[in-house]
């Protein structure tokens, strides 16, 4: 039995890095001015970690978009594997050569392109969507912010949100 209703469980389960993160750091903020020696060193490490993990928590949030979408995403050893209805396939996370979001999909769809195959359409709101966040955002000078923001923004076209090497010549820029 729950005293929490489903929908109040749902909007705390989606700000729960942000809460664990607030919880670190008030339990550093009592510590660091309440104790001396270790343990107010202590206090002041789990402070700074309670900031990085707001701004980490805070980033995942925004890339939450709900479970609603077809198919399922599964992330193994960097294996990007998309399972869905009408399509599917599988992506090495290290042969990525470009992320790409096609905001005219209904719903709106990651494109992972790698060479020689043809490029990988999924669901931003797939199954298990959750886990390409931490895949994006091992990708070399991939701009998170940026990332997130063209996440949120609508448009009728596809935008390249990172490429490894660029195809295109040096005086037209991605960013």
């Not at 990007?80 to 470009?98: H, K, M, N």
């Not at 998170?144 to 923001?149: A, G, K, V």
């Amino acid at each position: 039995m729950s005293f929490i209703r489903p929908e109040a469980r749902a909007q705390l389960w989606r700000w729960r890095e942000v809460i664990a993160a607030v919880m670190m750091f008030l339990l550093g903020l009592k510590w660091a001015y309440s104790a001396v020696g270790f343990t107010a060193i202590t206090g002041w490490a789990l402070v700074a970690t309670g900031l990085v993990t707001a701004i980490i928590g805070a980033q995942r949030m925004r890339f939450r978009r709900g479970t609603s979408g077809p198919g399922v995403v599964q992330v193994d050893e960097g294996q990007i594997a998309y399972f869905g209805p009408l399509t599917g396939g599988a992506v090495a996370a290290s042969e990525l050569e470009r992320l790409a979001l096609d905001q005219s999909a209904k719903p709106p769809h990651w494109l992972l392109e790698q060479p020689g195959q043809p490029p990988l359409a999924i669901p931003v709101n797939a199954e298990g969507y959750e886990a390409l966040f931490d895949v994006f955002a091992a990708l070399p000078g991939l701009k998170t912010e940026r990332m997130l923001s063209e996440l949120r923004r609508r448009g009728p076209h596809q935008v390249v949100i990172w490429e490894r090497s660029s195809s295109r010549p040096d005086h037209h820029r991605l960013h």
